[in-house]
């Protein structure tokens, strides 16, 4: 499975940016699709995920302020990022799994918050 992620860049605080991350290869149903972060000194974090069906798990910190969905004929995920916060820079990683497997993992792009 290859994951490729497209969006990250540089932002002021208040602004948006969307991210999106195409997975290809050997793509099975049903599965979850999501993004992590990790900030510099920190572990890696969950900041949303998204099933096939549409149910959605939300980091506390990220709720009200990102939306994730899905295309599930393109096997690609997006994360729609409003009100960005210094504290949301981070390099944010695609991830995909099958129900109980491991995740497969993107490159990261780097989401840059400016104060």
């Known amino acids: 499975v290859q994951l490729q992620a497209f969006g990250g860049g540089l932002v002021q605080a208040g602004g948006s940016l969307r991210l999106s991350c195409a997975a290809s290869?050997?793509?099975?149903?049903?599965?979850?699709m999501g993004w992590y972060r990790q900030a510099p000194g920190k572990q890696r974090d969950l900041v949303a995920i998204i099933t096939t069906g549409g149910s959605t798990n939300y980091a506390d910190s990220v709720k009200g302020r990102f939306t994730i969905s899905r295309d599930n004929a393109k096997n690609t995920v997006y994360l729609q990022m409003n009100s960005l916060k210094p504290e949301d820079t981070a390099v944010y990683y695609c991830a995909y799994r099958v129900f109980n497997t491991g995740y497969y993992w993107g490159k990261g792009t780097l989401v840059t918050v400016s104060s």
């Open positions: 290869g050997s793509i099975f149903s049903p599965n979850v």
